[in-house]
Structures are given as C-alpha cells and as structure tokens.
C-alpha cells in the first residue's frame, strides 16, 4: 500500500465562478475522505480555471471553518509563467498565484503542448520556478496516437521527462516534483490505457528516473490520467507504479469525482492485501 495518493481534478476552461460555487456546496457536503480509510492518505486537489480559483478559496475556507476539521482539499492553477513579473501579456506569475493559496500547479499538459506550442524547454523553466517558490509542480508527460503507434512511446516519455530532470538535478526541493502520465490518445476520448498498460510506462519512467544520479534516492510518486472513471480508478491503483489519478472530464461531476477518490482509495487498500 502506498503511504499517500494523490486524486487531481483538472478542470480545463469549465466552470465559471457561480457553478464553482455550486460544485462545492455538493462536493463538500459528501467529501469524507479519510473516514472510510483512515489508513489511507488521500492528497485530493483541484485545478479549476484562474477565475474560479477566488471561489474555491472561499468555499474551502468556509467549509473548513463550519467543519473545524483540517480540510484535505487542496487547489492549484493549469498553467503559470517562468518570470516573476513583467510585460507578458495574458500571463499569470507564481507570487499570484501564492497570493490566492494555491499550493499546486499542472505544467506541460499536452493540451498546452499541442495547442499552444509548449516546448520540453519552457516547461522545465516553469518547473524550475515552481521550486523556487514553493509551489508543487505536476509534469504531464505522455505520446500522441501515432507516436505509440510507431513505438515511439518509450522514446517520448524520456525525451520530455529527461528535459526537466536535466534541469531539477541539483535542486533542493526536487522531491516535491509529481509526474504524470497522460498518454494523448486517452485524454478526453473515452479510451483509457489499460491498467496494465499504464503500469507499463509508469514503471518505465520510474526506471529513467533511477537513471538520473539527482532522482536516484528518491520517490517521486507517478499518476496516470486519460478518460478515468469509477470504473477503472480502483484497477489503477493497484498497480505497484501508480500513485494517484489525474482527472479531466469526470472530475467536473462532484459525485463522479467522489466516486473516483473513493475507489482509488478502496485500490490502494487492497492493494497491500
Ligand atoms: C486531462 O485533461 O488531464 C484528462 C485526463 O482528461 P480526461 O480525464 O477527460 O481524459
């Protein structure tokens, strides 16, 4: 069993401040995370759009304060830029992000690689930055349909994932670092890489980790996303290189999100029997 999981919920451009509000006022109510599995570390965190992250802020306030228990829901932004401040029109900086309580941010998603031309380079420099101030940084990494087809998977994944392990080698807070593996071809599909297959390149990344005398010590906790679902979150977490789950589409449903959580921890119970 692993000591702590990790459900992430990306909620892309979706939900604007009054259906934040909403989402919560639902989440919350049922959210019993560490009741059913008390042994079970459950680190649950949402990623909504920048302008909802002032709303998500409130309502874990608010719960927190109504519930006088610590709240285990914590929330991050999709993106942020390098640079601390400066002429960079339409981008948002670490510090304000740090302003609004977020602990947490998704870097290199492949729907910023693909639509928006991300590069391994710009990716490692935000990584970089997230260190720096404190923020954990979650590296998306993972093939498109027709690099897996060519049996380019293995090629990719190490490409992306080198680039940044080239660039936290030396970095103190490198163990804070998550990676995730979204092959592309799952994401928003329907198409889930099988649990086995998952396993597969999670255990093949954990291997290029090794490999790198900067992560060699360490345990950098891997998740898969690509269409998850109560269906198949449970299965994920009881392969041995599988951490936790990054969830787009399933995440924007409290109840579907809640199932999510609940089986990944039911997974990674029994997954110590
Ligand atoms: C994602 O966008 O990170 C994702 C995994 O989406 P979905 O769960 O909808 O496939």
Known sequence: MKDTIYVFGNWKMNMTEKETSAYFERFLSSCCVAKRYPDCGCSVVVFPPYTSIPETRNCLE???????????????????????????????SLPMLHELGCTWVLLGHSERRHLFDETDESISQKV???????????????????????????EIVTRQITSVLSATENHPERKRL??????????????????????????????????????????????????????????LL????????????????????????????????????
């Open 128 to 154: 970089c930055a997230c260190l720096d101030s404190g923020i954990r940084p979650v590296l998306c990494f993972g093939e498109t349909l027709d690099q897996r087809e060519t049996k380019k998977t293995q």
């Open 62 to 92: 608010r719960h927190y304060q109504r519930q006088r228990v610590q709240c285990l829901v914590e929330y991050g932004a999709q993106d942020v830029h390098y640079a601390q401040q400066g002429a960079y029109t339409g981008e948002i």
């Open 178 to 235: 998550v990676f995730a593996y979204e092959p592309v071809w799952a994401i928003g599909t329907g198409r889930a890489a099988t649990p086995g297959d998952a396993e597969e390149i999670c255990g093949f990344a954990a291997g290029v980790l090794k490999q790198n005398v900067g992560y060699r010590e360490l345990t950098i906790p891997f998740l898969y996303g690509g269409s998850v679902s109560p269906a198949n979150a449970k299965e």
């Open 238 to 273: 009881l392969q041995e290189h599988i951490s936790g789950l990054l969830v787009g589409g399933a995440s924007l449903k409290p109840d579907a999100f809640l199932e999510i959580i609940d089986r990944a921890m039911e997974g990674n119970v029994e997954s110590s029997r």
